[in-house]
């Protein structure tokens, strides 16, 4: 048998009580954090690593020469798909 919870009056209360307003608004609070904290980390990663891989490895200073030698080496001037004929 279930208990029914009185307010009283003889009426019961009701089951959308100030409690699950707050837990679905802590909720809601704690996802938008979430996702700002995410758009910040994303942000910052992009902002703090290189663009370019090759320029990663041989540095900002090296030659033409070297650069492309790198590029090659690495496999960056082929396409990422190959399709077979």
Do not use: Q
């Amino acid at each position: 048998m279930a208990v029914v919870e009185n307010n009283g009056n003889g009426r019961r209360k009701s089951p959308f009580s100030s409690s699950v307003y707050a837990t679905i608004l802590k909720t809601i609070g704690s996802v938008i954090i979430t996702m700002l904290g995410l758009t910040f980390v994303t942000f910052i990663i992009g902002r703090v690593m290189p663009i370019d891989p090759v320029i990663s490895i041989v540095g900002e200073r090296a030659s033409k020469e070297t650069y492309d030698a790198a590029y090659h080496a690495m496999g960056l001037d082929k396409p990422i798909l190959k399709t077979s004929a």
